[in-house]
């Protein structure tokens, strides 16, 4: 029996190729599993920053900074496109850990001011905190995979 993948009569057999190639930027060959949704991770994080900054500022303890908060956001959707498409995504696993330690940098500023919940930005910080090593880790398991 004859599978639609393999007649070329099909009218979808001229989409197989296109959506290979979005399969293999959506699972990056090169990535780990862990590597690939942190890459998911940092678009969607960036996303939410980009499109209600406002929001999560509150969410996370500090006041309303929209212009930097947005530019983070663009930070972490390059960080993810780089590791979804990229065949050594260790790389923007670094630049992620670098993008947690400037996050940690600012949430440290943050305590000095008075427009803050301490509550949310100690929750906010401990959670960078955690997520930076994450990115540590998969950073060095992903550069053991790809060699030297």
């Not at 065949?87 to 008075?114: C, Q």
């Amino acid at each position: 029996m004859e599978t639609w993948t393999t007649n070329p009569e099909n009218p979808l057999e001229k989409f197989r190729s296109p959506l290979k190639r979005a399969s293999r930027t959506i699972n990056n060959p090169y990535a780990t599993p862990l590597t690939t949704a942190l890459g998911w991770v940092s678009i969607g994080l960036g996303l939410t920053q980009i499109l209600a900054p406002r929001q999560l500022s509150e969410a996370i303890g500090v006041s309303d900074h929209s212009t930097m908060m947005r530019s983070l956001g663009l930070r972490e959707i390059a960080a993810g496109v780089g590791i979804l498409a990229s065949r050594e995504p260790s790389y923007w696993l670094w630049a992620r850990a670098a993008g947690d330690a400037m996050d940690l940098t600012m949430l440290g500023a943050a305590f000095k001011s008075d427009k803050r919940d301490g509550t949310r930005l100690s929750s906010t910080t401990a959670m960078i905190a955690a997520i930076t090593a994450l990115d540590v880790f998969a950073a060095i398991q992903q550069g053991n995979e790809e060699g030297p």
